[in-house]
């Protein structure tokens, strides 16, 4: 029997990259997303038809209060930024930083793993070709792992959490280029911070400035759907 | 202008006391509440009434998606322990763990307090009279407050989030000698993990033991009202 794991799953390109690796390591993959506000919300569609597609062993739809959310234009309906230089994208934290997100998602999932006896978490940061958020960078992810074998049943009796990330020192051409190995249909990602209602990338925000540069770089072309295209 | 700061409040003896305390210390108190599935959710009236008779500056009730917090006798609806003697309610994590709670609660509260600009948050965690939880021990805590300060704007620019236990190495009796010190009307509060509908404690589980065990020493009556008093 193949070992459960719990994977964070947005519906992105890294997500899908991320569960890819799992499943290719053997792991029984239970994906979870989460509706938290967010104006990209169509990229959680983009999330049930990734795990649908790569036959995860189930996939948890997790909506959270968006009381703890305020404060980002990600959430709050400001102005997305568009159009930036890769140094601009580089540097400080960006305005869609949202609040404390990836501590309150990895906290979930390992409520979700302890319910299910896991104690493998996937997630897809990386801190190479990234947008600048606090919550992706190793030293925090490390953090998490050690106040999550504190804070934890299966932490303090069983065998221990350990907190995967398998892109995090990668850059965004790696990514796709691995993705792409292991057959990952890119087409089913959403990456864009800011799509319109069908879904189609703006292709100006951080987010698509980075997909575009990682594709160009691995020497492929992005089969996303774009709005002018 | 006093300094803003996030309280944990579940409408128990020790939250009520852990906000009487910030209170005296001159912080503007925001309360957090949360409804996770508990089957004592007649707690959150109780946390309603104490945030209203103190004053707080808010008070957010925030819904948690269950789906993370099965597998616990407080959210599946199991047998919640009765009539346990101090050393077995002192010993291992008993059924009434819920799966990565305070976790995800100082997380959420964390999300809150970057949102109001507070870097001060409070929670009524104790690791002397208490139901063997590990996420109530310091070194959980010092963790959290770790991982906290490398995932969030306001720990990375700002001067740093500080997570305040003044509880943790206090007895039960101790904690209610502060708090009737401090004016804490204890009729508004509730322990019981097993309340009827009437909010009225059932005596026997281990939180009213705990309870009991702490008015008893601290030499004062509980005023709460239990089920065959």
Same mark, same amino acid.
């Given at each position: 029997?193949?070992?459960? &794991?719990?994977?964070?799953?947005?519906?992105?390109? /890294?997500?899908?990259?991320?569960? %890819?690796?799992? $499943?290719?390591?053997?792991?029984?993959?239970?994906?979870?997303?989460? /509706?938290? !506000? $967010?104006?990209?919300?169509?990229?959680?569609?983009? %999330?049930?038809?990734? !795990?649908? %597609? =790569?036959?995860?062993?189930?996939?948890?739809?997790?909506?959270?209060?968006?009381?703890?959310? @305020?404060?980002?234009?990600?959430? /709050?309906?400001?102005?997305?930024?568009?159009?930036?230089?890769?140094? #601009?994208?580089?540097?400080?934290?960006?305005?869609?930083?949202?609040? #404390?997100?990836?501590?309150?998602?990895?906290?979930? %999932?390992?409520?979700? &793993?302890? +319910?299910?006896?896991?104690?493998?978490?996937?997630?897809?940061?990386? @801190?190479? /070709?990234?947008?600048?958020?606090?919550?992706?960078?190793?030293?925090?992810? #490390?953090?998490?792992?050690?106040?999550?074998?504190?804070?934890?049943?299966?932490?303090?009796? +069983? +065998?221990?959490?350990?907190?995967?990330?398998?892109?995090?020192?990668?850059?965004?051409?790696?990514?796709?280029?691995? !993705?792409?190995?292991?057959?990952?249909?890119?087409?089913?990602?959403?990456? =864009?911070?800011?799509?319109?209602? $069908?879904?189609?990338? =703006?292709?100006?925000?951080? #987010?698509?400035?980075?997909?575009?540069?990682?594709?160009?770089?691995?020497?492929?072309?992005?089969?996303?759907?774009?709005?002018?295209?």
């Amino acid at each position: 029997m193949s070992t459960p &794991a719990v994977i964070l799953l947005s519906g992105g390109l /890294d997500s899908a990259t991320t569960l %890819a690796i799992a $499943q290719s390591a053997g792991y029984e993959c239970h994906a979870v997303s989460f /509706d938290y !506000g $967010q104006r990209h919300r169509v990229e959680l569609e983009a %999330a049930k038809r990734v !795990g649908e %597609a =790569c036959g995860v062993a189930s996939h948890r739809m997790i909506t959270l209060d968006t009381t703890a959310f @305020a404060g980002s234009s990600l959430t /709050d309906g400001g102005e997305v930024p568009k159009g930036r230089a890769d140094d #601009a994208i580089a540097e400080g934290i960006p305005s869609t930083y949202v609040p #404390a997100r990836n501590l309150v998602f990895l906290s979930y %999932a390992l409520g979700v &793993a302890e +319910g299910i006896g896991a104690t493998d978490l996937f997630i897809g940061v990386n @801190a190479v /070709d990234y947008s600048g958020y606090p919550d992706c960078r190793p030293e925090f992810i #490390a953090s998490f792992e050690a106040a999550a074998n504190l804070a934890t049943r299966i932490g303090v009796e +069983g +065998g221990g959490i350990v907190i995967h990330t398998p892109l995090l020192n990668l850059t965004k051409a790696d990514i796709i280029r691995r !993705g792409l190995s292991l057959g990952v249909d890119y087409e089913m990602t959403i990456s =864009c911070y800011d799509p319109d209602g $069908q879904g189609r990338a =703006c292709g100006d925000c951080d #987010a698509c400035l980075l997909r575009a540069r990682g594709f160009a770089e691995a020497g492929s072309d992005d089969p996303v759907r774009r709005r002018c295209s």
